[in-house]
T-cell receptor, first 111, second 115 residues
Framework: GENVEQHPSTLSVQEGDSAVIKCTYS??????FPWYKQELGKRPQLIIDIRSNVGEKKDQRIAVTLNKTAKHFSLHITETQPEDSAVYFC??????????FGQGTELSVKP | DGGITQSPKYLFRKEGQNVTLSCEQN?????MYWYRQDPGQGLRLIYYSQIVNDFQKGDIAEGYSVSREKKESFPLTVTSAQKNPTAFYLC??????????????FGDGTRLSIL
């Protein structure tokens, strides 16, 4: 069935370093790839998304890249800050409206 | 997103009891979704609805039921058939376009526990 694998499950970086989270999807019909940030006990918040007709998208310190051939997409956070600490989820969606989520990455940014 | 309201924030269920989680949105979104989140795991889709009076099963629909009688409301009932209902339940909504996915926006969630 449809599946999204996300790695790593935990990631610890020093403040100011970069963080990279990677996801792989199985459904070749997937054409929409959002990333969500979830702080403890709170709702997931959309931080960036990319569609299959684009290879890369940036928003300040956050960027997402997509490799459709490899069915692989990644989140890049530069100049990390302690407030970036949270759980990050990737997801893949097709025209049917469903999103399949990855298992999440707990990012810890140490001051 | 202030436009999606879930209630209650905390809910306790007794054995054999059905409970209903409320989700209301004032964003004029056509599509609404229910997810279940277990500790340390991602979100799993329970049910979704693209339009009023229509809904589809997600990946883990067994033991749950929904209705979509109004555009702004999508209540989820956790029935006694759901043997492990303890989880964090998240409702989401999005606009609907036939040819593309649209961003989903989430409510604050309901935490359900067994008494």
């Amino acid at each position: 069935g449809e599946n999204v694998e996300q790695h790593p499950s935990t990631l610890s970086v020093q403040e100011g370093d970069s963080a990279v989270i990677k996801c792989t999807y199985s459904d070749s019909a997937s054409n929409y790839f959002p990333w969500y940030k979830q702080e403890l006990g709170k709702r997931p918040q959309l931080i960036i998304d990319i569609r299959s007709n684009v290879g890369e998208k940036k928003d300040q310190r956050i960027a997402v890249t997509l490799n459709k051939t490899a069915k692989h997409f990644s989140l890049h956070i530069t100049e990390t800050q302690p407030e970036d600490s949270a759980v990050y989820f990737c997801a893949a969606g097709n025209q049917g409206g469903k999103l399949i989520f990855g298992q999440g990455t707990e990012l810890s940014v140490k001051p | 997103d202030g436009g999606i309201t879930q209630s209650p924030k905390y809910l306790f269920r007794k054995e054999g009891q059905n409970v209903t989680l409320s989700c209301e949105q004032n964003l004029n979104h056509d599509a609404m979704y229910w997810y279940r989140q277990d500790p340390g795991q991602g979100l799993r889709l329970i049910y979704y609805s693209q339009i009023v009076n229509d809904f589809q099963k997600g990946d883990i629909a067994e033991g749950y039921s929904v209705s979509r009688e109004k555009k702004e409301s999508f209540p989820l009932t956790v029935t006694s058939a759901q043997k492990n209902p303890t989880a964090f339940y998240l409702c989401a909504s999005s606009t609907r376009q036939p040819s593309s996915n649209q961003p989903q926006h989430f409510g604050d969630g309901t935490r359900l526990s067994i008494l």
